[in-house]
Every structure is written in C-alpha cells, then in structure tokens.
C-alpha cells in the first residue's frame, strides 16, 4: 500500500532552519506531484509548496515564498521541505501529501495520498 513517512519536525527558535523529509512508497513516484500542507492549532489545513516529477515548484506566496524550499529525489523516492527564517507562525503539523496528476494543485482534496504529519513548533 502507499505510505508516506515524514520526518525532521522539531523544536526550532524563530530565524532557525529546519528541513523536512517525507518517504514515499508504494507508488510510481514520477506520476505524482508531491506536496506540503500545514496546520496550526485552530485553523484549516493550508497549502505550502508542491513539486512536479520534472521539479518545477510552486509556493504559497503569502505564508513561505522566499523562505521555504521543496526539492525531491526521485531517485529516492523523496521529497524535501526546507525552511529557513522560520517564524512563530510557521508553528504547524506539516503534512507531506502526493497527487496523481502533472500540474501542481493547491487544494488538498485534489491529494489522494496523505502522511501521518510532522509537528514544527518555532519558538519567539
């Protein structure tokens, strides 16, 4: 069956790094767009940033563009959130989450796959 197993979450100050990792199996890596979503207590799940098989990318510009980088090695059936510059507000469970499909999508019920979730907390 498809798994998705993210990792790297943690306890970071505000300005810190961290990057997120999420294992992928079970699926034909290169026919799936891959992505991050975020939620924070109280909120909705939001979109961060996906990446296609051929590697273009694309951001939530208002949350994490220039901040946060989504790379993926296909090779390894992986794919990778960093984040740099973190902020309180980046304070989230972050969701790794793959879509069979080309074209990058925002909305999460486009996904089909999702992973069990990371939890990030930046501290002030």
């Known amino acids: 069956q498809v798994q998705l197993v993210e990792s790297g979450g943690g306890l970071v100050q505000a300005g810190g790094s961290l990057t997120l990792s999420c294992a992928a199996s079970g699926l034909t890596f290169s026919s799936y767009v891959l992505g991050w979503f975020r939620q924070a207590p109280g909120k909705e799940r939001e979109f961060v940033a996906a990446?296609?098989?051929?590697?273009?990318?694309?951001y939530n510009v208002n949350s994490v563009k220039g901040r946060f980088i989504i790379s993926r090695d296909n090779a390894k059936n992986t794919v990778y959130l960093q984040m740099n510059s973190l902020k309180p507000e980046d304070t989230a469970v972050y969701y790794c989450?793959?879509?069979?499909?080309?074209?990058?999508?925002?909305?999460?019920?486009?996904?089909?796959?999702w992973g069990q979730g990371t939890q990030v907390t930046v501290s002030s």
């Open positions: 990446t296609r098989w051929s590697g273009g990318s694309t």
């Open positions: 989450a793959a879509d069979r499909t080309v074209v990058v999508r925002t909305a999460e019920n486009s996904y089909d796959y």
